[in-house]
């Protein structure tokens, strides 16, 4: 789901703007997309409800990121524990980050199985190495 969409209580946009600012502290030339999700019925049929969405956006293509556009979904579970507050915060299980071109997705990530990267075109092992610094940061940010 788009992490504008998200942003319904003051934590849950605290941490949105947490997580823009800890990959703009890793790639200082993205651009943060809070609506990567089109708004038609195709579109939100495939939109997860339980993730935030990010995209971010960078000035043209790199071969360090084999991308031009970069998905963070934030996968998210409700702790039965936190049922009783008034607006309770979910956690995360894990992050799906996703290179784009105008081709198509090149890349992924994922925490939740072994964090190794899939894909016909991987970035850089530098590029890696940052791409996991920051999911390390986001879990902590969501779980901490």
């Not at 998200?6 to 946009?13: H, K, N, Q």
């Not at 800890?22 to 019925?41: G, I, R």
């Not at 963070?72 to 936190?82: A, G």
């Amino acid at each position: 789901m788009n992490a504008a969409e998200r942003a319904t209580s003051l934590e849950t946009t605290s941490k949105i703007a947490a997580i823009v600012n800890l990959f703009k502290q890793e790639f200082p030339d993205a651009k943060a997309d809070l609506k990567p999700w089109v708004n038609d019925p195709d579109t939100r049929e495939l939109v997860d409800p339980d993730s935030i969405d990010i995209g971010f956006h960078f000035p043209g293509w790199s071969p360090r990121f084999q991308s031009r556009s970069i998905l963070v979904q934030i996968r998210l579970f409700q702790d039965p524990e936190s049922m009783d507050v008034a607006a309770p915060v979910p956690k995360s299980i894990g992050a799906e980050v996703v290179g784009f071109t105008h081709a198509g997705k090149q890349w992924q990530l994922s925490t939740i199985q072994a964090w190794d990267f899939e894909g016909e075109k991987i970035p850089s092992e530098e590029i890696q190495f940052q791409l996991k610094r920051f999911c390390r940061k986001l879990l902590e940010v969501f779980n901490g």
